[in-house]
C-alpha cells in the first residue's frame, strides 16, 4: 500500500449515494492541509455535469465546438474537456492531468483499483458494503457500529484518527508540525 517511488500517494473515498463521501473528502481535505500537505482531488460524477452554464464566454466557446476550453484568472483556472463519443477517461489518466503534490484524494470510483476508506451512514444501509467484494478498501468510516471484513472500523467524524490512518497506510510524514498520533476504533 506503500507509495512507490516518484509517485503521489492516492486515497479513494468510495461508498454508496448519501454516505457521507463529500463530506468526509472535505473534512480530509482541510486535516491534509492544516498539517502542510499539498492535496489535489478528483470527483467521479455519474451525471451529465456543468461548470460553464449559460452565455458565459466558456460555455459559448463549448457549444461552438472547442474541444478544450481553459478559463483563467488572477484567482483560479479550469480546464473543460468534451468527450463527444470518446470513452469516458480512466482514473489513471486523469491523475496523470494533475500539478504535483503530496496527496490525492479520489471521490467515488467505487471499483477503481486503488486504496479505498468505504463510508457508511444509517440513511444508506439499504446497500450492500462494499468491503465484503473489494480488497483494495482498506478501512471502514461509519455512523454506525459496523462490520469491516477484519479492516479496520472509524467513527465517520473522527476525520483526525482517519487522516492518521491514510498517512500511515500511504506513508505519508506531515510537514511542518508532526501529525498527531490516532488508532482505530469501532464507533
Same mark, same amino acid.
Given at each position: 500500500?506503500?507509495?512507490?517511488?516518484?509517485?503521489?500517494?492516492?486515497?479513494?473515498?468510495?461508498?454508496?449515494?448519501? *454516505?457521507?463521501?463529500?463530506?468526509?473528502?472535505?473534512?480530509?481535505?482541510?486535516? $491534509?492541509?492544516?498539517?502542510?500537505?499539498?492535496?489535489?482531488?478528483?470527483?467521479?460524477?455519474?451525471? !451529465? $455535469?456543468? /461548470?460553464?452554464?449559460?452565455?458565459?464566454? *466558456?460555455?459559448?466557446?463549448?457549444?461552438?465546438?472547442? *474541444?478544450?476550453?481553459?478559463?483563467? #484568472?488572477?484567482?483560479?483556472?479550469?480546464?473543460?474537456?468534451?468527450?463527444?463519443?470518446?470513452?469516458? +477517461?480512466?482514473?489513471?489518466?486523469?491523475?496523470?492531468?494533475?500539478?504535483?503534490? !503530496?496527496?490525492?484524494?479520489?471521490?467515488?470510483?467505487? #471499483?477503481?483499483?486503488?486504496?479505498?476508506?468505504?463510508?457508511?451512514?444509517?440513511?444508506?444501509?439499504? #446497500?450492500?458494503?462494499?468491503?465484503?467484494? &473489494?480488497?483494495?478498501? /482498506?478501512?471502514?468510516?461509519?455512523?454506525?457500529?459496523?462490520?469491516?471484513?477484519?479492516? +479496520?472500523? $472509524?467513527?465517520? &467524524? !473522527?476525520?483526525?484518527?482517519?487522516? &492518521? $490512518?491514510?498517512?500511515? #497506510?500511504?506513508?505519508?510524514?506531515?510537514?511542518?508540525?508532526?501529525?498527531?498520533?490516532?488508532?482505530?476504533?469501532?464507533?
Amino acid at each position: 500500500m506503500k507509495r512507490a517511488a516518484g509517485h503521489t500517494p492516492v486515497i479513494g473515498i468510495a461508498g454508496w449515494k448519501k *454516505s457521507g463521501k463529500t463530506t468526509l473528502v472535505e473534512r480530509l481535505v482541510g486535516e $491534509f492541509t492544516r498539517r502542510g500537505l499539498k492535496v489535489a482531488t478528483v470527483k467521479h460524477a455519474h451525471h !451529465d $455535469f456543468q /461548470i460553464d452554464q449559460g452565455q458565459t464566454d *466558456s460555455a459559448r466557446h463549448r457549444r461552438a465546438g472547442a *474541444s478544450q476550453v481553459a478559463v483563467v #484568472s488572477a484567482k483560479r483556472w479550469a480546464l473543460i474537456g468534451e468527450l463527444d463519443a470518446a470513452p469516458e +477517461p480512466e482514473l489513471a489518466q486523469v491523475l496523470t492531468w494533475l500539478a504535483p503534490c !503530496d496527496l490525492v484524494i479520489v471521490e467515488g470510483y467505487k #471499483s477503481a483499483r486503488i486504496p479505498k476508506i468505504e463510508t457508511r451512514r444509517r440513511e444508506a444501509l439499504g #446497500s450492500k458494503p462494499l468491503v465484503q467484494a &473489494d480488497t483494495n478498501i /482498506i478501512a471502514v468510516a461509519a455512523d454506525h457500529a459496523a462490520e469491516a471484513a477484519g479492516r +479496520p472500523v $472509524f467513527a465517520l &467524524d !473522527d476525520v483526525a484518527a482517519i487522516a &492518521d $490512518f491514510i498517512a500511515l #497506510s500511504l506513508g505519508l510524514a506531515a510537514k511542518g508540525a508532526a501529525a498527531p498520533a490516532g488508532t482505530p476504533a469501532n464507533p
